[in-house]
Nanobody, 115 residues
Framework: QVQLVESGGGLVQAGGSLRLSCATS????????MGWYRQAPGKQRELVAV???????NYASSVKGRFTISRDNAKNTIYLQMNSLNPEDTAVYYC?????????WGQGTQVTVAS
């Protein structure tokens, strides 16, 4: 099993930045796919950024150039650096991992961007 614990959400003004963290109970190097999704009120959960294998990444078009996913292998933690935030980025952000054919989700962290 994989446990995921997110932190770093909060309230920020438009144009501001936040960094989310997701600590895992297993080595990130053993997890096949890991990243971030988000869900805004009344909308479906959507991919934000993910490591697809090794160092390869995939980003939603709406966040390319503004968000950066990274990881610290020694700390078993991944990060999401979010810059130039706008109100459309307001959502609950979830850490995601796929391990041994199963999907795991964190509890979610709220990000609110005020205009």
């Amino acid at each position: 099993q994989v446990q995921l614990v997110e932190s770093g959400g909060g309230l920020v003004q438009a144009g501001g930045s936040l960094r989310l963290s997701c600590a895992t109970s297993r080595s990130v190097l053993t997890i096949g796919s890991m990243g971030w999704y988000r869900q805004a009120p009344g909308k479906q959960r959507e991919l934000v950024a993910v490591f697809t294998g090794g160092a390869s990444t995939n980003y939603a078009s709406s966040v390319k150039g503004r968000f950066t996913i990274s990881r610290d292998n020694a700390k078993n933690t991944i990060y999401l650096q979010m810059n130039s935030l706008n109100p459309e980025d307001t959502a609950v952000y979830y850490c995601y991992a796929k391990y041994v054919f199963r999907d795991y989700w964190g509890q979610g962290t709220q990000v609110t961007v005020a205009s």
